[in-house]
């Protein structure tokens, strides 16, 4: 049976669906309580009484930018199938996630206010530094069952998520290159699975 959606609730999402959209036309800076409360058809108390600051709510689309990246590209360790393989998969649904409108959208507001406010992207980083990802986990349980070197997880996870971003994320995002094709994101990923591999596999 599916839960019900209280009115708090699409209260909730409407607000920052609304947020979302007005970061992006006008960014974090310039959008008022007012026209996002507008934009969202709900009064301005409705949105204070939800997110007490406009440091909250970018906080909150940070934490549903990382709760659906986490969802998207959710990894289980698998000790009788090739490491290359599982990772193979991962890198297929993390491009498939980094050429998608919505996200990509999502961390142009991400990337432009950590640069304006280092404060707050440190206060949002140290938010959501303290979730893991499944590919942490995945790396660890493979440390475990000796397939891999002995390696902190998250660095090592950021490493393979770098080798990807390198050519799939940070030239669309910076440069306004073009998406990856078919072609090209299978070699992306299989490059990055080799290189990674390559230095960390036993």
């Known amino acids: 049976m599916e839960k019900k959606i209280t009115q708090s609730e699409r209260k909730h999402a409407a607000i920052l669906a609304a947020a979302i959209e007005e970061f992006k036309d006008k ?3 310039a959008t008022s309580m007012d026209s996002l409360a507008a934009r969202a058809q709900v009064s301005k108390r409705t949105v204070y009484n939800h997110f007490a600051s406009k440091e909250l709510l970018f906080q909150a689309i940070a934490q549903q930018m990382f709760d659906h990246s986490a969802q998207v590209t959710s990894i289980r360790y698998q000790s009788d199938l090739p490491l290359a393989q599982q990772l193979l998969e991962f890198s297929d649904k993390e491009l ?3 050429a998608s409108e919505h996200f990509r959208g999502l961390a142009k507001i991400m990337i432009g206010e950590c640069i304006h406010s280092p404060e707050l992207a440190a206060s ?7 979730q893991e990802l499944s590919l942490e986990q995945w790396i660890r349980d493979a440390v475990t069952d000796q397939k891999l070197k002995p390696v902190e997880p998250a660095y090592a996870a950021g490493q393979f998520i770098a ?3 390198a050519n799939a994320f940070w030239p669309q995002i910076t440069m306004g290159q073009a998406i990856p094709d078919a072609k090209q994101k299978q070699q992306i990923a299989r490059d990055a699975v080799g290189m990674f591999l390559a230095y960390y596999a036993l």
């Open 27 to 29: 960014g974090f800076r």
């Open 96 to 98: 498939d996630l980094l």
């Open 124 to 130: 949002t980083m140290a938010q959501l530094n303290e």
């Open 163 to 165: 080798l990807i971003k």
